[in-house]
């Protein structure tokens, strides 16, 4: 995006503006697409690599929501989501099922994460996706970061088929969409990479899900449920 900022302020268009040129350009920017892709159950050696390697070489941002003992086996790749811009969230310590938990267990499972990223990254909210999108009423409001759940679900981890995978994001991506895949397959990463280059070429944005929100104008809340960019 920065680019295209930098573009239009240095053909004297301020951004945001929606004064477009009268030729067939003006339809691809007059309405701008954004998208958020967001990786579950990593980091993994390997496949993770791969797809911040092709998330780079695209200019893509993406969320990662990471597996407390799987970052804590891979800290250099949860530095690399950091330094290259992506948004790093909690997806609990030991990926457990959040719903039907007693509250202390359940809040334990999140804070161990949290402060392993505090101390790995730096202060910051690290948001949370509850595994399997469940957390219960009861746990919503204790939960002390905004909660990120998804619109587009291609089912990835069921197929381990990149082409299938493709297809059902192309089929159900939306602007504003949030897409859930998992960067612990490599079929899940040849299929995010060959969406990014599908939906560019539509003139999307891939964007975190942080910046989704914020580009619609919605203040995350703490304990909210987001599953889309629109709330
Ligand atoms: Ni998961």
Not at 97 to 112: N, T
Not at 200 to 220: A, D, I, S
Request: hydrophobic letters at 45%; charged letters at 20%.
């Amino acid at each position: 995006m920065a680019i295209w900022v930098l573009l239009l302020l240095l053909l004297g268009v301020p951004a945001g503006s929606r004064a477009l040129p009268a030729d067939g350009s003006a339809a691809l920017l007059e309405e701008e697409r954004y998208i958020a892709l967001t990786f579950d159950d990593g980091p993994r050696s390997g496949t993770t690599d791969r797809l911040l390697d092709g998330l780079r070489q695209r200019g893509a941002s993406a969320t990662f929501f990471l597996v407390g003992e799987q970052a804590a086996a891979n800290p250099a790749l949860v530095q690399r989501m950091q330094a290259e811009g992506h948004q790093v969230g909690n997806h609990t310590w030991s990926h457990v099922r959040l719903e039907g938990m007693d509250a202390a267990p359940a809040l334990a499972e999140i804070q161990r994460t949290d402060e392993y990223l505090q101390q790995l990254l730096g202060e910051g909210d690290y948001w949370l996706r509850p595994p399997y999108g469940l957390i219960g009423e009861q746990l919503e409001p204790q939960v002390p970061v905004p909660m990120v759940k998804w619109s587009v679900d291609p089912r990835d981890w069921e197929s381990r088929n990149t082409q299938a995978v493709v297809r059902a994001v192309l089929r159900d991506a939306k602007p504003n969409s949030i897409v859930l895949l998992h960067d612990i397959y490599a079929t899940s990463v040849e299929a995010a990479l060959q969406v990014v280059d599908a939906l560019q070429k539509e003139g999307y944005w891939f964007v975190t899900v942080e910046e989704l929100l914020r580009l619609n104008g919605v203040t995350p809340q703490a304990g909210a449920l987001y599953r889309t960019g629109t709330g």
